[in-house]
């Protein structure tokens, strides 16, 4: 498995509706992508940033780097920032081989 994650601050105040109004498509965008898995998002309950984290979930490495390159996010990214969301970030991360399972008390 691997994880394309996506950190953002949300947009200013006011252009909360215009945001909102894409969230669906741009999960289905994300979902659209070749070997995706799953998709998760938080919200920072902190006032700092980023404000969001958005997980998405590949069946490979190889998947989640194309998913990265595909022009639907890219264009996903530009709707974004023209919303006024701004610190976009995108990584990619894979389970490390010491700890493949979540680790419990």
Known sequence: MAYLVLSY???PAGKDSAYNDK???WIAV???MKGAVSLTAYRNVW???PTNLV???FDTVEAAEAAA???DIKATFEELRALGATTLSMILLEKSPYT???IQP
Do not use: A, G, K, Q
């Open 9 to 11: 601050d949300r947009p």
């Open 23 to 25: 969230v669906r498509s």
């Open 69 to 71: 390159r595909h022009p």
């Open 30 to 32: 994300s979902m659209s």
């Open 47 to 49: 006032p700092m940033t």
């Open 100 to 102: 493949p399972e979540p």
């Open 55 to 57: 997980w998405i979930e």
